[in-house]
């Protein structure tokens, strides 16, 4: 079987790496050779190991009958979306490691892949290295998934981890992340939650069968969290973490990504630096956790290779995975439920009854001088604490005309 790597950047080259090394293991696993006849980049490579396989023209790709496996690790969706649909196109199965594009046009690419008895993988597309697509359509099979709540950025958890263990600002952990090259310059797709909510889309649309636009998901980043409300954590025993979150409740399923304070007690405490973690709850099963490199050359290339794999093994016929186009609708943000981290001008003493009689009973946190202090609510739907947390502000914005400074959701 012969392999095509459209992009030859940090995947690619991770991809051709493993086609190298292991190759005796990926004959074993496919049941015969595995070769890279083709490199496609607008670069050359003259001291690069594939020297001699790089192309320039993508319809040296398409249209060689040789190659049967082509595997997408350009990133974006232009050229990589026509690309990779003229590759399924022409009967050759795909594999990619691209979030944009699985959530963007999967349904379609999978449609696709069955009308050509081809397929399309993704594995590597959410969580790196951590095997969690075939999972859902292999191991939990059976299972009525009830829940996906995972840490699903490396960049964003390795900025958290330096502000809590180390109480550095998010600015400074941010250009720290930068330097180590795990964030990029344009730091947007991943600390303003982007990418976390491509990857939690096709999650939810694996659970439910269903297609999900990932547009229609609530999602929050990490930019307005700051080193007081780690200190604020400290006290509780918790930590803060930018979850992406699928609830499959019966027929409703609710979909968001915001940070999260959570307990020591929770799964996906200990989850720390460029690691992610997957939390899946299944109604036989119970709850199962995914923990790995969700980044990183060899971890996301390792992966891809897997696909090449269950490609080879299945050349002559369609694997049944993915979801149809039939949409799914998510559910309002403000009908999800949490408890809600509550930071507020002023001091506990003078505060405690007005926020009880708008909350309910709460938990306190006072750090003294601080000119503020913390509650924390009893559980409550979004929109119902929306309606408190204004007819709050409003009976405090006499003495106390900033209200409330922060808001975190919780699970403690």
């Known amino acids: 079987m012969n392999v095509a790597i459209m992009g030859y950047g940090t995947i690619g080259s991770g991809v051709a790496e493993i086609l190298e090394q292991n190759s005796q293991q990926i004959r074993q696993a496919s049941g015969q050779p595995v070769e890279l006849k083709y490199v496609l980049d607008l670069r050359d490579f003259p001291d690069s190991p594939v020297a001699d396989r790089v192309v320039h023209d993508f319809g040296i790709i398409e249209n060689d009958p040789d190659v049967q496996v082509v595997v997408e690790a350009m990133g974006g969706l232009n050229p990589s979306y026509p690309f990779v649909k003229a590759c399924l196109l022409a009967g050759k199965h795909v594999v990619t490691s691209n979030k944009a594009l699985v959530a963007a046009y999967g349904t379609e690419l999978l449609e696709l892949a069955r009308q050509k008895q081809v397929n399309f993988f993704f594995e590597a597309s959410v969580g790196g290295g951590i095997p969690i697509i075939r999972p859902l359509y292999r191991c939990l099979a059976g299972e009525k998934l009830q829940e996906i709540t995972g840490i699903l950025n490396g960049t964003t958890n390795y900025i958290l981890t330096k502000m809590d263990k180390e109480g550095a600002s998010f600015e400074s952990a941010l250009k720290e992340a930068q330097a180590l090259g795990y964030a990029e310059q344009n730091p947007e797709a991943d600390v303003e939650g982007h990418d976390t909510c491509r990857k939690i889309a096709i999650l939810t649309a694996m659970a439910t069968g269903r297609e999900v636009d990932y547009q229609e998901i609530h999602t929050e980043g990490i930019t307005r969290i700051t080193d007081m409300d780690f200190r604020y954590a400290d006290r509780l025993g918790a930590s803060v973490k930018l979850f992406g979150t699928s609830r499959m409740e ?71 995975l993915g979801w149809s186009g039939d949409r799914l609708s998510i559910g309002a943000m403000d009908t999800m ?8 001008a002023g001091s506990c003493t003078e505060g405690k009854d007005l926020v009880e009689s708008h909350f309910g009973p709460a938990e306190y946190v006072c750090l003294g001088d601080a000119g503020e202090f913390a509650f924390l609510t009893g559980k409550m739907k979004e929109g119902d604490f929306k309606e408190k947390a204004v007819a709050f502000e409003t009976a405090w914005k006499d003495s106390h005309p900033e209200g409330i400074l922060q808001m975190i959701r919780a699970e403690l």
């Open 337 to 344: 439920e949490f408890r809600y981290f509550v930071r507020a």
């Open 250 to 320: 019966g027929d409703q399923v609710h979909a968001c990504v915001v940070p999260v304070m959570i307990g020591k007690d929770h799964p996906l405490y200990s989850v720390s630096d460029v690691y992610n973690g997957i939390l899946v709850k299944g109604n036989m099963l119970g709850t199962s956790m995914f923990y790995g490199s969700g980044a990183g050359k060899l971890p996301t290339a390792s992966a891809v290779v897997a696909d090449i794999i269950e490609a080879v093994q299945n050349r002559d016929r369609n694997v049944a």
